[in-house]
């Protein structure tokens, strides 16, 4: 099964201090981690920055898309790609997650019929709204929300038919949940990379982290 997928690359990256899409991981840029993932799920790619950001290099015939509401965050980001996706449920994803696993993205998409959203719940409630599936039904009340500056995501699916997917399905897929792993600090590069080096040469096994 294929759908649009949607990369939000629009923040501000204020604990980085850099564009956080251009960081390299084991030679590749985040941007094309998240891309290279995906990729087997696109028939669509929409990539939603600001607009000073719009010379950021894709792949893969993806469109940049500039938000239709600046300044408003993920929601602001996710509300741009779901007007622009052909297709109807979308996945989306924020571009710092490298390590995104497609068998557990593709199993979300195949939960969607008959809900406006299916999102991931991991351990102690942990929601997680951007590696997360959104159907167009969405946009009515996304729109009302930014219309009225109310940009928290978590209000919104409290509002949405929402599939949560539990931490024990997600580890079907992904048992060490490293989908979830997103990069915020140097520190996180770092890791990163150790486990992209590890991998290339003992396999795929984290080094001394799990994402919980």
Known sequence: MKTTTIILCGGKNLRLGRNKALELIGGKSLIEWVMERLRPLSSQSLVVTAKEKLDLPVADKAEILVDVY???????????????????????????????NT????????????????????????????????????????????????????PLLKELRVRYVKEAECRRFDPALLSFFNINYQSDLDWANRFISQSLTTGPKPPGKEIS
């Open 70 to 100: 600046p300044e408003k965050g993920p929601l602001g980001g996710i509300y741009t790609g779901l007007i622009a996706a052909k297709s109807s449920p979308s996945i989306v994803v924020a571009c710092d997650m490298p390590f995104l």
């Open 103 to 154: 068998d557990l993205l593709s199993y979300m998409l195949e939960l969607a019929p008959g809900f406006d959203a299916v999102v991931p719940r991991l351990a102690r409630g942990l929601v997680e709204p951007l590696h997360a599936v959104y159907a167009k039904t969405c946009l009515p009340r996304m729109k009302a929300q930014l219309e009225s500056n109310q940009l928290a995501i978590y």
